[in-house]
């Protein structure tokens, strides 16, 4: 189970007996490693269903568990209440009671009755007897976050691209660019590989089998004459460099989040020095990687069960502890499904014992038990279906799943519409109003979410080929010219988004998700809130058309309450449950209001 600071985690248990006798339920809790535990008494709620509740404020380990017990006093107390209100002789009654909480007044038959009944009910029951305690068998944990694990907005851009004249950019130039990351409102700047690149089977332009001298390769061919996970592409500067973008970025209030891909390039020092980790084909060469029926002949996998898995695994946990030297504490994992998962069962809860401030992100785009699986064994966040959940229902379905399932507890979303690998067809024949759409889903759905950023700014949307997700001259294997003063950009409406975001505790976490009915499929409806902080968000679904239609919103505050447009500054009045939208996509297809009480 996961939480961040500050977060309530709220523990529910069914405790009950045998017999009619009165039980008592209490939650213990305490942070891992600490003495003593703090106990807390659970709330009777109904059918032998209890609650209780505590506030995480450290990260790392909490645990917690449960136990009851049957109470003779408070049996006593609830049956002599019933017999007074029966008209019952209480004499015996009050003895019985006298010796269970060695109270005069009870034991004394002098006094009136009524003065013993009185005392009797305000009684507390007297600690329980050790033998009677029975404490459930389980001692449970939460693993406690720092907040940006709750609450982030990603944006992913190539570092050697930054400087937008096609010359590779420097760690230097990516300083010179983070005040526009920050102004975007972006907390968290995710960057591919920043390794040297392999030279044997480096791919050219659009993923060409053989690159030009002058082409640059996928940063993902990780490893070269220069070194591997360990070193830095020569060409973006030196670890003095890494270490002055990571320090400026943070008194920005910008985390660096660093892609740790778990593969090499046939140059990569570790293919000559440990041929043991990886898979040797009976012609004597190494197996490329391989998702059929795309190949990755540049891309050399690890083999998790070699005969050397000991030293493999030591040394790739290595690599994330060299980094956590380098002050990076968010790391994007790629393919982790390919790997073992005992690897990771291992690995990461030993960093994040040392480092509880680290957060790791699963890209595992893959079946969803795997994804769970992941989720479970320590990854942070995880990627999720969201860019190939483009209809209502589909919507709906998936995002209600996320926020309401009892996996929300694990498994927290962080939901991308595009990547440097994917870009859906809704965005390709969609234009501006459906990158426009999917970013206002993407920023108020979730409370962690990211983009491939220059290419969203500038809506790219050109495929390889029909059918691709793929990128036509994808920036994986080339230097970008990125026009980002372009009129059209939509950096502003990011930025305001992200603004959005921060000044909306709704906004800031998943759970208080609810959708909301309206008559036009191509209108999605729903809403989030915290405390009195409510958000109402409808989008149209079409790129092409107007679209209207009738919410029914069953969260409205009042019979008459105000909507103030948070992105297009527009003012409305709704009545009652029932309320018109309308939504031009060619003018702005989203509404993101904040409701308030007239």
């Known amino acids: 189970m996961k939480r961040a600071i500050g977060d309530e985690v709220l523990v529910e248990a069914d405790v009950f007996t045998d017999g009619h006798d009165a039980v008592v339920a209490e939650l213990l809790w305490r942070h891992a490693g600490a003495r003593d535990w703090q106990v807390v008494p659970m709330q009777f709620l109904g059918n032998d269903h209890w609650s209780a509740s505590f506030r995480v404020a450290e990260l790392g380990r909490y645990e917690y568990t449960v136990r009851g017990w049957t109470d003779p006093f408070l049996t006593w107390q609830r049956d002599l209440r019933k017999r007074h209100e029966a008209g019952q002789d209480l004499t015996v009654d009050f003895l019985i009671g006298g010796a269970l909480s060695c109270n005069p007044v009870l034991k004394d038959a002098a006094r009136p009755a009524e003065e013993r009944y009185a005392t009797a009910m305000v009684l507390k029951s007297p600690p329980p007897d050790p033998s009677r305690l029975l404490q459930y068998e389980r001692t449970l944990q939460v693993v406690v976050d720092p907040v940006r694990a709750r609450f982030s907005s990603w944006y992913e851009l190539f570092p050697r691209s930054v400087r937008g004249d096609g010359k590779h950019a420097s760690l230097r130039d990516l300083i010179a660019f983070l ?32 690159a030009k001298p002058e082409e640059v390769g996928s940063p993902w061919a990780i490893g070269a004459k220069e070194g591997g996970h360990k070193a830095l592409h020569p060409q973006l500067g030196t670890f003095a460099d890494f270490d002055a973008l990571v320090a400026e970025a943070r008194r920005r209030g910008i985390s660096v989040a660093l892609d740790i891909a778990f593969q090499c390039s046939p140059d990569h020092p570790y293919v000559r020095e440990h041929p043991a980790w ?64 005992a690897f990771w069962e291992s690995c990461i809860p030993e960093l994040k014992a040392k480092h509880p401030e680290l957060i790791f992100l699963s890209e595992a785009f893959t079946r969803p038990r795997v994804m769970h699986r992941l989720a479970k064994l320590g990854f942070t ?26 996996s929300r507890e694990y498994f927290r979303p962080n939901v991308w519409p595009n990547t440097p690998d994917i870009l859906h067809e809704y965005l390709q024949h969609g234009g ?37 997700e793929e990128y036509l001259n994808s920036e994986k294997y080339e230097i970008k010219r990125w026009e980002r003063d372009r009129p059209d950009s939509l950096r502003p409406l990011i930025s305001r988004l992200n603004a959005v975001r921060k000044e909306n505790s709704a906004l800031q976490s998943d759970w208080s998700l609810r959708f909301h009915p309206t008559d036009n499929d191509q209108l999605i409806c729903y809403s989030k809130q915290a405390g009195d902080n409510l958000i109402l968000v409808a989008v149209n679904l079409d790129p092409r058309n107007t679209q209207s239609g009738w919410v029914d919103f069953d969260r409205a505050p009042g019979d008459t309450y105000e909507l103030h447009d948070l992105v297009a500054a527009g003012h409305y009045t709704w009545k009652g449950r029932r309320n018109f939208v309308q939504l031009n996509p060619h003018t702005l297809p989203a509404h993101v209001f904040r409701v308030t009480r007239k």
């Open 432 to 468: 501006r109003p459906a990158f426009i759409a999917r970013l206002v889903l993407a920023t108020t759905l979730a409370a962690n979410y990211g983009m491939y950023g220059l290419a969203y700014e500038l809506m790219e949307a050109t495929p390889r080929e029909p059918g691709s």
């Open 381 to 406: 966040q995880s990627y999720t279906y969201f860019t190939w959940r483009n209809t209502r229902w589909e919507l709906t379905e998936y995002f209600t799943e996320l926020a309401q399932q009892p």
């Open 278 to 341: 990886f898979k040797q084909r009976p012609d004597g060469t190494v197996q490329y990687a391989e998702n059929p029926p795309k190949k990755y002949q540049d891309i050399y996998p690890f083999d998790f069960e070699s005969k050397d898995w000991r030293g493999l695994w030591a040394e790739l946990k290595s690599i994330f502890e060299f980094w956590i030297g380098h002050g990076v504490t968010i790391f994007r994992v790629d393919n982790p499904h390919t790997k073992a998962f």
């Open 179 to 210: 005040p526009e990351v920050e102004a975007m409102g972006f907390d968290v700047l995710y960057l591919p590989p920043v390794h040297p690149i392999g030279m044997t089977e480096r791919k050219g332009k659009n993923n060409a089998l053989k």
